[in-house]
Structure formats: structure tokens, C-alpha cells
């Protein structure tokens, strides 16, 4: 896109093919979702306003959940941004992911 503060990206799995279909959430600082987005054939994404200057983090979902992403943070600040590029956790990542909650539980539980 050819204006600030405008979120775009591309989704890929860990063996670089595009994802289509995910969601793509960006929140503020509190947690608070501003954006809520969906791939398109392309595994691409864009938010179709500007965000205000600040700090972002911008979470990916797998409706099929077939496969996990860490959360990225962004800063904008008046400047067009480049497109995001978000690649899956390797399956040996969400291996170790799966294992470390089957021996401690949820890293989410309510305690």
C-alpha cells in the first residue's frame, strides 16, 4: 500500500507455501483488537484503514489449526510500512510446543 500506517503482510507455513483463509488480529498494547483480517488465495492480508502511531502486536490463527505463529510487534509511525512476512512455527517447534504442555499444562490455565 502507498499509505502510513497501513498493516499488509503475507502468511506462509514453515515450508514456505501461502495459507489462505487465517486470521490475522492486530491489538494494542492492552490487548484490545483494532483490526480483525482473513488471508486471502495469496495468503496475503491488508487493513483496509490506518492505524494511529503506536505500538501494535499483530497475532495469526489458523481457523483448522493446523498450524501455530508467534506474535509479532509493530511500531507505526507515520511511514509506510513494509509488508509483513509471517512464517509458522517448523514442525519440530510445535512438537516441543505440544510436549512442554502435555508435561506442564497450559501455558494459558488459570492458576
Not at 19 to 40: F, I, Q, S
Not at 42 to 66: H, I, K, M, W
Not at 97 to 102: Q, V
Amino acid at each position: 500500500t502507498t499509505f502510513p500506517n497501513v498493516v499488509t503482510g503475507i502468511i506462509k507455513d514453515y515450508d514456505n507455501n501461502l495459507l489462505p483463509g487465517v486470521l490475522v488480529t492486530v491489538k494494542d498494547k492492552d490487548g484490545v483488537p483494532l483490526r480483525a483480517l482473513k488471508t486471502n488465495k495469496l495468503g496475503q492480508f491488508a487493513a483496509s484503514t490506518q492505524l494511529s502511531n503506536g505500538t501494535y502486536v499483530v497475532e495469526v490463527e489458523d481457523p483448522r489449526e493446523r498450524f501455530v505463529f508467534d506474535r509479532v510487534q509493530i511500531t507505526v509511525n507515520g511511514t509506510i510500512m513494509p509488508a509483513l512476512q509471517i512464517i509458522a512455527k517448523s514442525k519440530r517447534a510445535l512438537d516441543r510446543e505440544k510436549l512442554a504442555k502435555e508435561i506442564f499444562g497450559s501455558p494459558n490455565a488459570s492458576t
